[in-house]
Structures are given as C-alpha cells and as structure tokens.
C-alpha cells in the first residue's frame, strides 16, 4: 500500500494515525504540508525507522515550495510527481490520510 | 462477471464540525447498491460520529447519527471502530451506538455490526482492501 | 494503468486539487489512463465556469479542463456529484431549469451526476486515488 500524508504533525495527527497501522511492507509519501514531516526537526524520530528501510518518500516539489530541501531528515527520497505516479502503480492500494 | 471488490471508508472526523462525516454516509449508503464488500473505519475523531445520544436540536442541523441503523438492512455490517481511538478519548464501546444487522447465513440472527479492533487488527483488515475512500 | 482520482476540496483554498491535477497530468504524460475525476464535498467548485483568477495566477478550472478527460464517446469523466453540487450552487443547464433558476456555472468540459460514478470509477479503475483537506 502506498499511505500519502498531507498534513504537518505540528498541525494534525495523521503520520501518527498513519504509523499506528502501517504494515510491514507499505510505504509513506509526504504531500502538500505532509513534506514538513520529512524536515529534520524534533518530531523527526517518528519515521526514522521507517525511512531507514527506505519507505519514507516526500513529493520534491512541495518539499522545494516550502524551502525545506537543504533540511530533509535521513534517509528521505524525493520523487517527483511522475515518481507519485510510479509509486501508486507498484503500491497498490492508495491510502489518504485526509 | 461482476467485480467484487473490498472497499474502505476511512472516517477519521467527527460529524457537525465539517461536511465529511455526512457526505461519506451518503456514499457508504450508495455504496450498498453496488453488491461490493463494503467496511468502514472509525479512528481518531471518527469514532464521535457513532456514539450514543447525539442531539443537534441547538446547533440547527440535522442529526444523520441515526442513519447509521440504516446500514444493516443494506447488508453493511463491518464497523471497525479504533480501540486505542476510543481509549484515548475516554470512550468505551458502550458509548457506541447499538448498530446491528440479520446474518441470513445463521437464521437471521441479530448481529451488532461494531467491531471494536486494535490497531494490530485494523493493520491486517486495511491490507486486504483494494479502494480506500477517506474522509 | 487506469486511474481513478477522487477531489475533495475545492480550488485555491487548498492546495488538493492542484495536487490532483499535477498527478492526473503525470500519470497521463506517462501513458497512463484517467479514467474519470470525482468531484466531491467543496471539489464541486472546481467545476465553476465563473471562475476568474487574476492573471498571474493558474486557472485551476481550466488547468482540469485541459487535461481532455472523456470517454469513448466523448462524453467528459471529469465528474461533479450532484448532490454536493446542488447543495453548494453549482448548476449545469438541466438542473438550473429543473430548478427555475437563471443561468448556470457548470463549465463544459464537466458533467454532474451521482454518486454511483464514484463508486463505479473504484470498481473499474485499477487504482483509485484520494485528494483532500
């Protein structure tokens, strides 16, 4: 499953949500003001495992848009939105955490 | 041949503050016309939408909580309400509205459609879904 | 792949559309299918033929209407719940004379109907895809 989450955890609890039923093999994609998840900052221990296994993707535009590119934490891969699609297409279902 | 597929409703608001929770019963009460294996979820402030004694007499808009005793005749019985979501806010199945439905496979015996599950368990159900619908 | 894409909220207010939009267009640009675009809750508005951003902004209805999403009879799949969009005064030329009302905003390359075309557009679509607040 591919999981996008649009919302900062500074604002909403949706990653939190999110990360509390994702399952061994889904994937996590920041969108819109999600990508404020994908900073280094002091809620960044939240998808540090998880993005250490290589499942924590941020949508390079909204990252470059909210002037957070040189503040990415580890491990996070920035995809364009080709790569959005590219994602759906090998993920299967879409989750939102609208 | 028909598609059968296992279709979603993610509800995580609660339902007067905006338009999500009434607007996804709508669909889920669409839904049922479609013959698909129909579940909803209820986490975070979802789980407001279905609790016992809802009274918007003052707010001046109108209570849909009750439509969801509807469902069960729409053979839609899968509510799986978030045990954490509940505890956090203080909340246990009996503050959950009574809904059930007649299993015809065992003599049409009531049934309670609310299945309270830990994430653990949401994690294995939301696996096996082909669309997720979020509101 | 044939997608499905869901839109929840409506233009410049958030930011979901514009997402939606850029996906459908990718996906698109890459040899994928949109198979139709539902418009639901306040994503009814993104259907208003009385839009008019300033100049220097993007046309997010147009932007929609560029993207040529129909059917095999041309019929559009850029598609506005009838129900969300009575409710909020979006009106094409049938449900405005049904109606007794003068004029009407639907823009062209849209069509209102039911719900049921969400729920058709998750059955028949390989992939369906949300976008909301």
Request: aromatic content about 8%; proline content about 2%; glycine content about 6%.
């Amino acid at each position: 499953m591919l999981h996008t989450v649009n919302k900062s955890s500074f604002e909403r609890n949706s990653l939190q949500s999110c990360i509390n039923i994702i399952d061994d093999t889904s994937v996590i994609l920041f969108i819109e003001d999600g990508v404020i998840n994908a900073a280094n900052n002091s809620k960044s221990s939240m998808i540090a495992d998880l993005a250490a296994q290589g499942r924590v993707f941020a949508l390079q535009g909204d990252v470059e848009a909210r002037g957070i590119s040189s503040k990415l934490a580890d491990n996070i891969k920035l995809v364009d939105y080709a790569g959005f699609v590219d994602l759906v297409v090998e993920h299967g279902t879409a989750v939102s955490w609208v | 041949m028909a598609i059968t597929k296992k279709f979603m409703y993610l509800n995580r608001r609660s339902s007067f503050g905006t338009v999500y929770a009434i607007e996804s019963l709508e669909v889920v009460l669409i839904a049922a016309a479609f013959e698909q294996d129909v579940s909803l979820a209820f986490i975070d402030d979802g789980v407001y939408q279905i609790v016992e004694g809802q009274n918007t007499d003052g707010i001046g808009m109108k209570n849909f909580s009750k439509t969801f005793h509807a469902l069960g005749d729409y053979d839609i019985n899968k509510l799986y309400i978030s045990k954490e979501s509940l505890e956090e806010r203080g909340l246990s199945e009996s503050d959950i509205m009574p809904l059930v439905y007649e299993d015809e496979d065992d003599d049409w015996a009531e049934k309670s459609s609310i299945k309270v599950v830990s994430n653990d368990e949401l994690k294995a159900i939301m696996s096996e879904q082909d669309v997720c619908l979020s509101f | 792949m044939k997608f499905a894409i869901q839109v929840n909220e409506g233009p410049y207010q958030h930011q979901a559309s514009d997402t939606a939009f850029q996906f459908a267009k990718a996906a698109i640009e890459n040899g994928h299918e949109i198979m139709r675009v539902f418009f639901y809750h306040d994503g009814v508005n993104n259907a208003s033929s009385f839009t008019l951003p300033p100049q220097d902004d993007r046309h997010v209805v147009n932007n929609w209407a560029s993207l040529d999403i129909k059917d095999a009879d041309g019929n559009p799949e850029l598609v506005v719940c009838v129900a969300a969009a009575l409710r909020r005064g979006m009106l094409d030329e049938s449900e405005a004379t049904k109606n007794s009302i003068e004029g009407n905003n639907l823009h062209p390359a849209f069509r209102i109907s039911g719900l049921g075309q969400l729920i058709e557009a998750g059955i028949q679509s390989d992939r369906l895809v949300v976008f909301g607040d």
